[in-house]
């Protein structure tokens, strides 16, 4: 886990997506995988986007590449302290791409094909944590 600002907003959870928080909680990334078809992917939604089919919950890595990102220097809803942020989509290792924050570093050093690792933030809530990316250790 790593330190954020506080309150950090807490993620509404269902009983679809409770595994995903529970397991970040934890400190690890759960992605889904379809049985049927083979494709990984990240919502955590319990039918496979292709084929429909129940898809199974899977441990990602959580080793990622930078595939996009903006910083942003200015934003009313988010601490001084934690500016600039960095919002990126990140590409998991297991194919799936996800929206984050990269963190753990100047925004400047930030770009695209950088290798990343995911951290958890922790929330409010004991059984709920955030998923971030942070410079992945050479």
């Known amino acids: 886990m790593i330190d954020a600002w506080e309150p950090r907003p807490v993620p509404t959870v269902t009983p679809e997506t409770e ?24 919502y955590p939604s319990a039918l496979c986007p ?41 590409e998991l290792e297991e194919g799936p791409r996800v929206i984050t924050n990269v963190v753990g570093c100047p925004a400047e050093d930030v770009e695209v094909g950088m290798a990343v690792d995911a951290r958890f933030v922790p ?4 059984d709920v944590a955030v998923p971030v990316f942070v410079p992945a250790d050479d």
């Open 123 to 126: 929330t409010a809530t004991d």
């Open 19 to 42: 595994p995903f928080w529970s397991a970040a909680a934890d400190g690890r990334f759960l992605v889904r995988e379809c049985p049927d078809c083979g494709l990984v992917y990240h």
């Open 50 to 90: 292709d084929c429909f089919a129940d898809a199974e919950w899977r441990e990602a890595t959580g080793a990622a590449t930078v595939y996009s990102f903006a910083i942003h220097r200015h934003l009313e809803f988010w601490p001084d302290d934690d500016l600039p942020a960095v919002f990126a989509y990140v």
